[in-house]
Nanobody
Framework: QVHLVESGGGLVQAGGSLRLSCAAS????????MGWFRQAPGKEREFVAA????????YYVDFVKGRFTISRDNAKNTVYLQMNSLKPEETAVYYC???????????????WGQGTLVTVSS
C-alpha cells in the first residue's frame, strides 16, 4: 500500500478557493491512478475526482465539474485538488487514495488516511 498524507484544508468563505495536496510515500507514485474523495458530516464518503497515472485523463463527479481541477506532479509524489467557488454543502473531510480506474465505478485501493478538513462558511 501507499501511505498518503492530505493537507491544505482550512476555513474558507462560500465562493472561495482552496488547493489540497496529497503527498505519497512507500510505493512508486507515478504507477497509480489517483483520486480524491470527501465525507461530509453525517454522510457517506463519496468520490470527487480522479486522475490517471500519467495525468492525461481526468474524471469528475458532475457536481464539481468546472469548479474543481485535479492534477499531479509525479516528480514530487503529489496529487492536487484545486477547488473553486466552494459551497457550504461541500464542507467535508477530503481524502486521497489510489483508485482502480478513472471513470465508472471508482474505488479506493488503500486504507484511508486522516484526510484534511475543509470548512466552507456561508
Amino acid at each position: 500500500q501507499v501511505h498518503l498524507v492530505e493537507s491544505g484544508g482550512g476555513l474558507v468563505q462560500a465562493g472561495g478557493s482552496l488547493r489540497l495536496s496529497c503527498a505519497a510515500s512507500g510505493r512508486t507514485f507515478s504507477s497509480y491512478d489517483m483520486g480524491w474523495f470527501r465525507q461530509a458530516p453525517g454522510k457517506e464518503r463519496e468520490f470527487v475526482a480522479a486522475i490517471s497515472w500519467s495525468g492525461s485523463s481526468t474524471y469528475y463527479v458532475d457536481f464539481v465539474k468546472g469548479r474543481f481541477t485535479i492534477s499531479r506532479d509525479n516528480a514530487k509524489n503529489t496529487v492536487y485538488l484545486q477547488m473553486n467557488s466552494l459551497k457550504p454543502e461541500e464542507t467535508a473531510v477530503y481524502y486521497c487514495n489510489r483508485v482502480n480506474r478513472v471513470g465508472g465505478t471508482i474505488n479506493n485501493l488503500d486504507a484511508w488516511g486522516q484526510g484534511t478538513l475543509v470548512t466552507v462558511s456561508s
